[in-house]
Nanobody, 119 residues
Framework: VQLQASGGGLVQAGVSLRLSCAASGSIFSINTMNWHRQAPGKQRELVAVISSGGITNYADAVKGRFTISRDNAKNTVYLQMNSLKPEDTAVYYC??????????????WGQGTQVTVSS
């Protein structure tokens, strides 16, 4: 199983970006899917979570600006990022709990995609 993240880039403050992360491989089903980020010199932090049923939760720093969603048919999670700020600059990682059969769940990380927001 692999998670492939995409959609990062260099943008100016105030604009929007949408990140995508597609899971591929031997997948029975996908549980929770998350986005994390890690800024230079800082610890990795949880940004947004979406359950298999679509329940979402966000870090306070991104509430009202970021929206996490998923397309279960495509095994893909998205992060719509609006009103970007320089402090959103980080490498963004997707993360998912994936059932590879009826009873076996494993945790996978994507490779990370760089988001840089200039002021």
């Amino acid at each position: 199983v692999q998670l492939q993240a995409s959609g990062g880039g260099l943008v100016q403050a105030g604009v929007s970006l949408r990140l995508s992360c597609a899971a591929s491989g031997s997948i029975f089903s996908i549980n929770t899917m998350n986005w994390h980020r890690q800024a230079p010199g800082k610890q990795r932090e949880l940004v947004a979570v979406i359950s298999s049923g679509g329940i979402t939760n966000y870090a306070d720093a991104v509430k009202g600006r970021f929206t996490i969603s998923r397309d279960n048919a495509k095994n893909t999670v998205y992060l719509q990022m609006n009103s970007l700020k320089p402090e959103d600059t980080a490498v963004y990682y997707c993360h998912a709990g994936i059932f590879i059969d009826l009873t076996t769940v494993r945790v996978y990380w994507g490779q990370g995609t760089q988001v840089t927001v200039s002021s």
